[in-house]
């Protein structure tokens, strides 16, 4: 019987020639990430009270995307920490102010395809539209990295979710996520993993395969992966580093086979309170918008920025409601600022936020006050994730934002697109 591409990447990172589902594997770890959140100043002392330096400082990035910039005290000293603990164990892949923990580590080049990852926050399992597998630990199992390389899993059976099909106007794969979610629910996936797969997503930009990946968490898995294809390869082009591909066998066994018509999609919009509540924006229409937020390691990628400004180029947002827009990097700010994206955002009313996690978990810079409604190309929209427990969250697409700012109420952005 052959193996998953999950399943071979664990098998060579744990010396051995096959591994089942079910089975426990201690395996080697090939690149670690931590932000400032969960990160050095969670495990700095217990690392000093070991006295051990780090296995290998060159397989472990810190990103600052969460405190940043500082918005008191206490999110300053935390950025000290993480400063002083990049320096004291000489890790040189050090990123402050340069964009989201799940989208710099793969402009950079350290996610690559058929390597084993780990990830200091739950939504890691982003890099797996890299072909590589990238796995979310806690502070206390990454401790166990940084000292030994290595970490333990049980590996995980996978459901395989299939798109055919040419996606309609107006849809895009924060819609085809949305589906999912609405098949599978917030636990259908626990432990699994999610291997998309078909014709609409080979035909997905890198961007746009991110969502899929990034928000299977949402769906309980322990990851999500695509196969490396010529968008992957290509992309990794110029990064001057070695990595090699795997691919599902023929023969794979999955525990779930889900198969998806694109041509059936139409834009979705997850409901307050979960991201499994999930109704047409059509039907939506009219519920009024406080604020409309474009950004966040799902949602603030160049594709998304662009698919936003071609829905409001000249035009702008209704009064009585904010548009926020956080690029997901400074990758992303300085394209969408050479190209004229930028532009057309801020012509149309936005307001530009750092490139950080910000609203999308409730942090600084557009958080939600008692009874506000904000819609989000973000990735969860649980009670008072954004702010105020008493504030409403509706999950769409960059597109279907876009046109929900323009009206001031949630709606449907294909009739924008047309026109």
């Known amino acids: 019987m052959g193996l998953t591409i999950t399943e071979k990447i664990m098998a060579r990172a744990s010396g051995r020639e096959t591994v089942r589902p079910g089975e426990l594997v201690w395996a080697n770890v090939d690149m670690a990430m931590m932000q400032d959140s969960g990160g050095p100043r969670r495990i700095a002392n217990n690392l000093e009270h070991l006295g051990v330096p780090v296995w290998d400082p060159d397989k472990v990035t810190i990103v600052s995307d969460h405190f940043v910039p500082p918005s008191n005290e206490t999110e300053a000293r935390i950025q000290t920490v993480t400063r002083a603990w990049v320096k004291k164990y000489g890790v040189s892949r050090f990123h402050e102010f340069q964009g989201i923990c799940h989208i710099v580590p793969i402009e950079r080049g350290y996610v690559r395809p058929g390597i084993l ?226 532009e057309v955002l801020l012509n149309a009313g936005a307001t530009l936020l750092p490139s950080a996690c910000g609203p999308c978990g409730g942090l600084s810079m557009g958080i939600l006050s008692d009874g506000e409604r904000c819609i989000s190309s973000t990735n969860r929209n649980f009670r008072g994730r954004m702010g105020s427990s008493n504030s409403e969250v509706y999950l769409a697409s960059a597109a279907t934002v876009a046109a929900s700012a323009v009206t001031g109420q949630i709606s449907d952005p294909r009739e924008f697109i047309r026109s």
Not at 265 to 291: K, M, T
């Open 117 to 342: 990852m780990v990830g200091g926050d739950s939504h890691s399992c982003t890099g797996g539209a890299m072909g590589a597998m990238v796995v979310a630990l806690g502070s206390t199992d990454m401790l166990g990295v940084l000292v030994t390389g290595r970490t333990w899993l049980r590996v995980p059976e996978t459901i395989k979710i299939i798109w055919e099909g040419k996606l309609p106007v107006g849809t895009f794969a924060k819609d085809m996520v949305l589906a999912n979610l609405k098949q599978l629910g917030t636990a259908g996936a626990t432990y699994k993993v999610l291997e998309f797969s078909g014709e609409t997503v080979t035909n997905l930009p890198l961007d746009e395969r991110l969502i899929l990946t990034n928000m299977s968490i949402e769906m309980g898995a322990k990851t999500g992966i695509i196969e490396p294809d010529d968008t992957v390869l290509r992309y990794m082009e110029g990064k001057d580093v070695e990595f090699n591909p795997v691919y599902s066998d023929p023969d794979a066994k999955y525990s779930k086979i889900l198969v998806n018509e694109a041509e059936d999609l139409e834009p979705l919009v997850a409901c307050p309170h979960s991201p499994d509540n999930v109704a047409s924006a059509d039907s939506l229409h009219g519920i009024a918008l406080d604020q409309a937020f474009i950004g966040g390691c799902t949602g603030g990628k160049y594709h998304d920025l662009a698919t936003a400004a071609a829905i409001l180029k000249g035009r702008k947002i209704a009064v009585g409601t904010r548009l926020l827009v956080a690029p997901a990097s400074q990758q992303v700010l300085q394209r969408a600022l050479a190209d004229g994206v930028l």
